[in-house]
């Protein structure tokens, strides 16, 4: 026997029982409809098939010792950073998701974040529920974002459960590799971005105003018999924060691209025309079907992904039937860059305003 296989066997014995049937995720690419990209204008392709591992054994019911919820958050860091726990009871209450979070929030001594503009679940406000009703025309959380970046501190893993999931290959989620994407842009061009800041805001995607933000689809849901219900008090809304363009993962040390057409408004220092050109060339390259995989939804399902090396988007190629999904947000630091200085906390700008710079908009404007 080999060093090697030997090197490989020893990691197996010593993997807790939890990962050892870890595989793959299915991908069921053939029953896929295609679909546009709300942001390039092009049919939305995942060939990143590498990204995320699918963990059977793992019944989030249960209690995890401190080494096993490391064990998960090491299998997340190397299955670059999307985790998909299959095969869950269909007892699992919300309770039990905010039990698990809480766990994994206390072995990073932080805490779980309830959403900043929308109100929680009845039975656990830490939950977020993202509700889409038959007949939605605008859906929440369709573009490219990594969540809370809007926040002084951002969130680290979010920890979303089906609970009304669609058939097999439609509406899924969308991640993006926003570290295979920093890694694999031209030297030359990761120096421009490495020192470069931008202004991310919640008033872009929750403020009131825009026909197509996340706020226009809560309110859409208003009417139906799961409302999503707007927080009578929202102070995020009136302030936006700086953050690095490329951060620094806290755990790996690797770097990644922070910016997304849902939350950024645009690079410090620059003009706007330039700064929509930079940014727009970031979000097309974060949105190659390279650095793309999508995970598709089988009932009583949990994923789990780590926001510090990810963008992801809520699918919307068949809204024909309702959708709901839980979430459960891990509030993480204030975003460092290469040379470890941080900006979330100390600058603030007023708020930019609802659906600035938006892409749809200027797609259109294009085309006419
Ligand atoms: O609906 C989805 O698939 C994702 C929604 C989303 O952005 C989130 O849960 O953070
Ligand atoms: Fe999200």
């Known amino acids: 026997m080999t060093m090697r296989s030997l090197m490989a066997l020893a990691s197996r014995w010593s993997r807790p029982q939890l990962l050892l049937r870890a595989r793959s995720l299915i991908q069921p690419h053939d029953l896929r409809p295609s679909v546009i990209d709300q942001l390039t204008g092009k049919e939305v392709a995942a060939t990143f098939d590498g990204l995320g591992r699918e963990l059977p054994d793992v019944d989030l019911r249960r209690k995890f010792s401190p080494k096993e919820i490391e064990a998960i958050k090491q299998a997340s860091d190397d299955a670059g950073g999307i985790l998909v726990f299959t095969n869950q009871s269909p007892d699992l209450s919300v309770q039990d998701q905010v039990r698990f979070g809480q766990l994994i929030a206390d072995s990073d001594k932080t805490c779980i974040e309830p959403h900043a503009v929308a109100e929680g679940h009845k039975d656990a406000p830490e939950v977020l529920e993202i509700v889409r009703e038959p007949t939605a025309s605008v859906v929440f959380g369709e573009n490219w974002h990594s969540d809370n970046s809007f926040m002084e501190k951002t969130c680290s893993y979010s920890i979303l459960r089906g609970w009304v999931v669609p058939r097999l290959g439609v509406n899924d989620t969308l991640f993006s ?48 018999a799961h409302a999503m219900q ?104 204030s975003p460092m860059n290469h040379r470890g200085q941080h900006f979330s906390l100390s600058h603030k700008v007023d708020a930019a305003g609802a659906g600035v710079f938006d892409w749809r908009d200027q797609q259109m404007q294009t085309q006419n």
């Open 177 to 224: 590799s926003t570290e295979a994407a920093y890694d694999l842009l031209p030297p030359a061009m990761q120096r421009l971005l490495l020192d470069l800041n931008a202004y991310h805001s919640a008033n872009k995607a929750y403020g009131l105003g825009h026909p197509g933000n996340s706020r226009a689809a809560m309110e859409k849901t208003a009417g139906g």
């Open 230 to 333: 707007w927080k009578p008090h929202a102070p995020i809304l009136q302030k936006d924060v700086l953050q690095p363009i490329v951060t620094v993962h806290p755990r790996t040390g690797r770097r990644n691209l922070f910016v997304s057409p849902t939350f950024t408004t645009h690079i410090e220092g620059m003009s706007l025309a330039e700064s929509r050109s930079i940014l727009r060339f970031i979000y097309e390259w974060c949105a190659r079907p390279e650095f793309c995989t999508r995970v598709s939804w089988q009932p009583n399902q949990v994923v789990m992904w780590d926001n510090r090396s990810l963008s992801h988007k809520g699918l919307a190629d068949d809204v024909s039937e309702l959708r709901i999904v839980q979430r459960v947000s891990i509030r993480g630091t």
